[in-house]
């Protein structure tokens, strides 16, 4: 039968916005949302209190981090959305925690009693790096990092320590390329003291400060500082920080070292071989 009055234009859901209905999500730790009101897009890395209001912090590619009141106003892919609180963690499936080198952590363990073993770094910035990343673990294990202040200090340090095969020693140096001083030095290490006892590796990079991904400092890649000009003022200068004393270069490193959360924060040739010494310092462990 035929509608002789025509289509009713106000049935059905007139009122609904072009881009649908606000529903209510709760937030999660890593999802990307957009403020509509500023544009901005991020994901959130925390839901807090400030001055009795909960808000989100959203951070967004450059790793620039702003809060915003929770609640309306956002959308995800595109779609308006409600970010409610968190979802009671009893609610969430329990999955195996972890640390912030991607191992099983392990809850209120107390660090062990020092192995024989050591894990040797060149720099105190190397072993900051290390200790962030991988504290849980080696304190789990029980290894110590050492630092050396310098490859040159290489054979002497190893021949003070006396590595063993039950108590071996592994070495991280900077900048170990192929025809290097650094070279040099750890081949005579190596042919010295055995494989079984001492293991060597390095990264590639001038400084460990590169091993840090640069997009998690708002770089796109890590500037090529000319000769002449002291490498980590250059990159103090690049990144818009004071660089003229010690004070001020320590202190771009706190910044840099602040922006690593994980290994995913630091490239494959660096975690993969700090990785490669635990694993050599740890066997029979």
């Known amino acids: 039968m035929s509608d002789r009055y025509g289509h009713d234009v106000l049935s059905g859901d007139w009122r609904r916005p072009p881009r649908g209905r606000t529903t209510d999500v709760a937030t999660e730790i890593g999802m990307v949302v957009e403020e509509v009101e500023t544009g901005w897009v991020g994901a959130v890395t925390a839901v807090e209190t400030i001055g009795g209001r909960r808000v989100v912090r959203l951070e967004d590619r450059r790793g620039v981090v702003r809060a915003f009141p929770l609640g309306p106003g956002f959308l995800i892919d595109g779609r308006p959305v409600c970010l409610l609180p968190p979802a009671p963690a009893a609610a969430a499936p329990k999955a195996p925690l972890r640390s912030a080198s991607g191992s099983v952590a392990v809850p209120g363990a107390r660090a062990r009693v020092a192995a024989a073993s050591r894990i040797f770094v060149e720099g105190t910035h190397d072993a900051e790096l290390v200790e962030k990343v ?65 293991h060597i590796v390095g990264h590639p990079y001038v400084d460990v400060w590169q091993a840090i991904r640069p997009e998690r400092v708002g770089l796109p890649r890590w500037p090529v500082i ?38 995913a924060d630091l490239e494959p040739s660096f975690s993969g071989r700090v990785e490669e010494l635990i694993d050599f310092v740890t066997v029979g462990g």
């Open 134 to 198: 991988w504290g849980h673990d080696l304190r789990v294990e029980g290894v110590v990092v050492e630092v050396l202040h310098g490859v040159d200090d290489l054979a002497a340090a190893l021949a003070d320590f006396g590595p063993t095969p039950q108590a071996r020693a592994g070495v991280l140096v900077d900048h170990l390329v192929a025809g290097s001083k650094e070279s040099r030095l750890v081949a005579a290490a190596e042919a010295r003291f055995g494989g079984d006892r001492v």
């Open 226 to 263: 000319p000769k002449g000009t002291d490498w980590k003022a250059g990159i103090a200068a690049a990144l818009g920080l004071p660089q003229t004393s010690t004070e001020d270069i320590g202190l771009v490193w706190k910044h840099l070292l602040s922006r690593v959360r994980t290994y």
